[in-house]
């Protein structure tokens, strides 16, 4: 069986501040596959690599994303001890050294036409993925960027046919659907990349422990999405050996 793909979640978020350049280098380092991040539009049309909406839950504001300036965010962030990321700033980080997947954290085109032109003025297209959660976000990015690779990230009890017509080429379901109708059609038949933790463990997105992460690979997945990418590599390496 071809091993899975390791996802570095928000980065090496076990072990670091999320979506932060330190992050992501560390799982590259770690020697993560691919390295998850998120975005969303600041108020002045800025990508931030930011999974929530404000800076509550990581620098104790409640500045919100969409309502305030970059460069206004990143201080806040900073006086809070975080040293936030533009999008730019983390592809340019994580991409010379591995592909990045960038999690559409909204569900209008604005934010799927900055991204585009992150990527487009990085010069990054093939070594980047767009994960999106609307089939019209889908549509939008593989017109715009022909050969742009698009992950959906599924809601629950969605069709995937719609999503695989809008151009997707990969599929994203949590652990906890593994059990379902939409996996059982998706596992074997095309690319399945799960997510860790999150509905129906028990536990915050990306945590896993190793009973869990073995019952994740026995699906046998493209890819897993954790904040531990330690823990994936390390069982790869035993089973190898």
Same mark, same amino acid.
């Given at each position: 069986m071809t091993r899975p793909l390791v996802i570095a979640h928000r980065g090496h978020s076990a072990r670091y501040p999320e979506n932060t350049l330190e992050a992501y280098r560390a799982a590259i380092a770690a020697g993560a596959d691919l390295v998850e991040t998120d975005a969303r539009l600041s108020a002045d049309g800025v990508v931030i690599a930011s999974h929530d909406p404000d800076l509550a839950r990581i620098a104790g504001s409640?500045?919100? /994303?969409? $309502?305030? #300036?970059?460069?206004?965010?990143? @201080?806040?962030?900073?006086? *809070?001890?975080?040293?936030?990321?533009?999008? %730019?700033?983390?592809?340019?980080?994580?991409?010379?050294?591995?592909?990045?997947?960038?999690?559409?954290?909204?569900?209008d085109l604005a934010i799927i036409d900055a991204v585009l032109a992150v990527i487009r003025e990085l010069g990054v297209l093939d070594r980047v993925w767009v994960g999106a959660r609307e089939v019209l976000q889908v549509a939008h990015a593989t017109l715009k960027v022909p050969g742009i690779r698009v992950l959906a990230f599924l809601p629950?009890?969605?069709?995937?046919?719609?999503y695989a017509?809008?151009?997707?080429?990969?599929?994203? /379901?949590? $652990?906890? #659907?593994?059990?379902?109708?939409? @996996?059982?059609?998706?596992? *074997?038949?095309?690319?399945?990349?799960?997510? %860790?933790?999150?509905?129906?463990?028990?536990?915050?997105?990306?945590?896993?422990?190793?009973?869990?992460?073995?019952?994740?690979?026995?699906?046998?997945?493209?890819?897993?999405?954790?904040?531990?990418?330690?823990?994936?590599?390390?069982?790869?390496?035993?089973?190898?050996?």
């Open positions: 409640d500045a919100a /994303i969409a $309502e305030t #300036s970059h460069e206004n965010l990143k @201080a806040i962030a900073r006086s *809070g001890g975080v040293q936030l990321a533009t999008l %730019a700033e983390a592809l340019a980080a994580i991409c010379p050294h591995r592909q990045a997947l960038i999690d559409i954290k909204t569900k629950d009890k969605s069709n995937p046919d719609h017509a809008a151009g997707a080429s990969a599929f994203r /379901i949590w $652990e906890g #659907s593994l059990g379902g109708p939409v @996996a059982a059609r998706l596992l *074997g038949h095309l690319p399945v990349w799960i997510t %860790a933790g999150g509905n129906g463990t028990g536990r915050i997105v990306g945590d896993v422990d190793g009973d869990a992460l073995l019952r994740i690979l026995a699906h046998a997945p493209q890819a897993v999405l954790l904040n531990d990418p330690d823990l994936l590599i390390g069982l790869q390496s035993r089973k190898a050996s």
